[in-house]
T-cell receptor
Framework: EAAVTQSPRNKVAVTGGKVTLSCNQT?????MYWYRQDTGHGLRLIHY???????EKGDIPDGYKASRPSQENFSLILELATPSQTSVYFC??????????????FGKGTRLTVV | GDSVTQTEGLVTLTEGLPVMLNCTYQ???????LFWYVQHLNESPRLLLK?????KRTEHQGFHATLHKSSSSFHLQKSSAQLSDSALYYC???????????FGTGTSLLVDP
């Protein structure tokens, strides 16, 4: 069964501090994604990756960095956290390609509060 | 760029009544994939329906939707709402299966007894 695991599940950070959100997938999917979820905005793409060593900017990348050190792991980094980054963050994985019919699977989410 | 519009933020209805959640989209892709994701409280979004075939009805778990490219629409319907259908529903599109998704703002469905 497809599995995407996020850690931590909850995090309280101080303004100006560094925050790292981690994601691990055991699906052997090439692509991984970071979304944030906010009422009135839905799910918005922050960064994504095509594979180890690759990171791409999504629709709202400002204030975030991403790292994909391996096929399995994809991190989201907030170098200087701000209260506006308080949100629920979802990691997801998918495996696009001709002939493939693999859906995008989501992790359980990380609730981040920046105070 | 791509966009998905869900006009209703909240839909409240009584158990047993029909459900219709609206979704329209704009995209650069000539053959986009359209999806409905459902998210129950404190859970992650999970795929409910998908389609890329024009004018073909797709069904799952009592819900159905038909992709109409002529009107760029993919509305979600169910003939009779159940209490357990209360959840947040997202319409989304993508170029291909497994690729990055563009989501609408979501519609909260609340079914009352």
């Amino acid at each position: 069964e497809a599995a995407v695991t996020q850690s931590p599940r909850n995090k309280v950070a101080v303004t100006g501090g560094k925050v790292t959100l981690s994601c691990n997938q055991t699906n052997n999917h090439n692509n991984m994604y970071w979304y944030r979820q906010d009422t009135g905005h839905g799910l918005r793409l922050i960064h994504y990756s095509y594979g180890a060593g690759s990171t791409e900017k999504g629709d709202i990348p400002d204030g975030y960095k991403a790292s994909r050190p391996s096929q399995e792991n994809f991190s989201l980094i907030l170098e200087l956290a701000t209260p506006s980054q308080t949100s629920v963050y979802f990691c997801a994985s998918g495996d696009p390609g001709q002939g493939k019919d693999t859906e995008v699977f989501f992790g359980k989410g990380t609730r981040l509060t920046v105070v | 760029g791509d966009s998905v519009t869900q006009t209703e933020g909240l839909v409240t209805l009584t158990e047993g009544l029909p459900v219709m959640l609206n979704c329209t989209y704009q995209t650069i892709y000539s053959n986009p994939f359209l999806f409905w994701y459902v998210q129950h409280l404190n859970e992650s979004p999970r795929l409910l329906l998908k389609s890329f075939t024009d004018n073909k009805r797709t069904e799952h778990q009592g819900f159905h939707a038909t992709l109409h490219k002529s009107s760029s629409s993919f509305h979600l319907q169910k003939s009779s709402a159940q209490l357990s259908d209360s959840a947040l529903y997202y319409c989304a599109l993508s170029a291909i299966m497994g690729y990055k998704l563009t989501f609408g703002t979501g519609t909260s469905l609340l079914v009352d007894p």
